[in-house]
Structures are given as structure tokens and as C-alpha cells.
């Protein structure tokens, strides 16, 4: 079964940007569909972007799209989240998370990292 450590994750202020990285291991990582996810304090934790097994289809949740940007590189095991004009509203523990489907519900992921905090300052 597929590892997922999740890095990249720190302070920024409104506005910026940051690079977020999963890397897999004991898996086939081709195998696998990928999320990433977010929890804020008090909040259930809410889809944010998935990305297809050959990385060709990427889906975002709303309130995200046209800021992050999902992708993956197989040959590294890797997935990443690239969060550009991030808001306090971003401000939350993000996770990654495999799937054998193609799917945005969290219930559906078995596999998960031990997620990175990212925090936005106004």
C-alpha cells in the first residue's frame, strides 16, 4: 500500500504564493488517482484538487480554481499543489491523498499523508 508524505507547507502573506509536494512510496504511484484536501480549524475537511493517473485531467474546487494548480510527476512519485495569490481564507492543514477512482469525495481516498500547515497572513 501506497506512503504519502506531504512538505512545503509554512508562513506566507497574502498575495503569495507556495509550492506544496507529496512524495509516495510503496506503491505504484501510476496507479493511483490523486487528491489534495484541506482542513481549517473546526471545519470538515473539504476537497481542493484531484489530478488523473496520467495527469491529463485535473479537477478544483471552486473557491480555488484559477489559483492552485495540480500536477504529477510519475517518474518521481510525486504530486504537487502549486498555490499562487493565496488568501487567509486559504489558511488550513492541507493533505494529499490517494484514490483507485476518479473521485472529489474524501470518504472515498484510503490513502492519506499527515498533511503540511499552510497559514496566510492579511
Known amino acids: 500500500q501506497v506512503q504519502l508524505v506531504e512538505s512545503g507547507g509554512g508562513l506566507v502573506q497574502a498575495g503569495g504564493s507556495l509550492t506544496l509536494s507529496c512524495a509516495a512510496s510503496g506503491g505504484i504511484f501510476s496507479n493511483y488517482y490523486m487528491g489534495w484536501f484541506r482542513q481549517a480549524p473546526g471545519n470538515e475537511r473539504e476537497f481542493v484538487a484531484a489530478?488523473?493517473?496520467?495527469?491529463?485531467?485535473?479537477r478544483y474546487a471552486g473557491s480555488v480554481k484559477d489559483r492552485f494548480t495540480v500536477s504529477r510527476d510519475n517518474a518521481k512519485n510525486t504530486v504537487y499543489l502549486q498555490m499562487n495569490s493565496l488568501k487567509s481564507e486559504d489558511t488550513a492543514v492541507y493533505y494529499c491523498a490517494a484514490a483507485l477512482v476518479a473521485t472529489e469525495g474524501v470518504s472515498e481516498y484510503p490513502y492519506w499523508g499527515q498533511g503540511t500547515q499552510v497559514t496566510v497572513s492579511s
Open positions: 489530478i488523473s493517473w496520467g495527469g491529463s485531467n485535473t
